[in-house]
């Protein structure tokens, strides 16, 4: 075994399972090695964006923060697929609903990522790329929701790269398109899955309604979004008994 070193990851070759979980927040990460993970071991701390391997029902699976937007995930999740052989990433999140039907606490499925961003400008297009996600996660994801009996939803999300956007109407072009939700990530790893031959999802839980205005707290999206977390961890377990 040897280290391997990149400017964000600092670990061994096989430090990581095949399938990494990927929240934005490191404590969300603490949170779901010390209660899920049996013998969780933390892996990388460069930058304090904690990453941890364990097993979950005997499962080698990694669980390791991306930090917020999609230059920082689209770090991340580059240096795992591409040095660290993982082949699967789930981002587990919080968004913003933008559609009266999905709820605070529901869940979302990414099924697209639609964004304001230039990222996709890198491959040299000629046209416009639609980031999609892994049907293999996807539809594996959707049969574990409807085992845990979830309110979820399946679609259109938006990964912004403004949080305080100055252009108060931003969104209402977005919403008459029937995109569900807004976050901040998902498109940036689609693209780099989809770059380097491997698998993406975004599975998230809405913290608040941009619409209503109704919200939950920053202690909550840390600790109590188990339910999404317990999909995306028997997902895991799923691809890897496949």
Not at 15 to 24: A, E, S, Y
Not at 90 to 118: H, L, Y
Not at 142 to 155: D, L, M, S
Request: charged share 20%; hydrophobic share 40%; aromatic share 8%.
């Amino acid at each position: 075994m040897s280290y391997i070193t990149t400017p964000h990851i600092n670990a061994d070759e096989n430090d990581f399972g095949k399938t990494v979980l990927m929240p934005g927040d490191p404590l969300r990460s603490k949170f779901i090695a010390e209660n899920y993970l049996e013998d969780a071991k933390l892996v990388n701390n460069i930058r304090g964006i904690q990453g941890y391997t364990g097993t979950y029902k005997g499962t080698k699976i990694s669980v390791m923060a991306s930090g917020m937007g999609m230059p920082t995930i689209g770090i991340y999740s580059y240096e795992l697929f591409n040095f660290f052989g993982v082949d699967n990433i789930m981002r587990i999140g919080s968004t913003g609903a933008i559609q009266e039907a999905v709820k605070v606490r529901d869940i979302v499925i990414g099924m697209g990522a639609c964004t304001n961003s230039n990222y996709a400008s890198q491959f040299g297009l000629a046209g416009t790329f639609a980031p999609i996600a892994s049907y293999r996660l996807m539809s594996e994801a959707i049969r574990q929701a409807e085992k845990a009996n979830a309110t979820y939803h399946v679609g259109n999300i938006l990964s912004s790269d403004t949080f305080y956007s100055d252009n108060k109407t931003a969104n209402d072009g977005w919403k008459k398109m029937g995109v569900l939700c807004i976050e901040m990530e998902a498109a940036a790893l689609y693209m780099n899955a989809a770059r380097a031959g491997k698998n993406a999802l975004a599975l998230l839980t809405v913290s608040d309604h941009i619409i209503t205005g109704e919200e939950t707290t920053a202690e909550e999206r840390q600790t109590s979004f188990t339910q999404m977390m317990e999909i995306a961890l028997n997902t895991a377990v799923e691809l890897d008994n496949k």
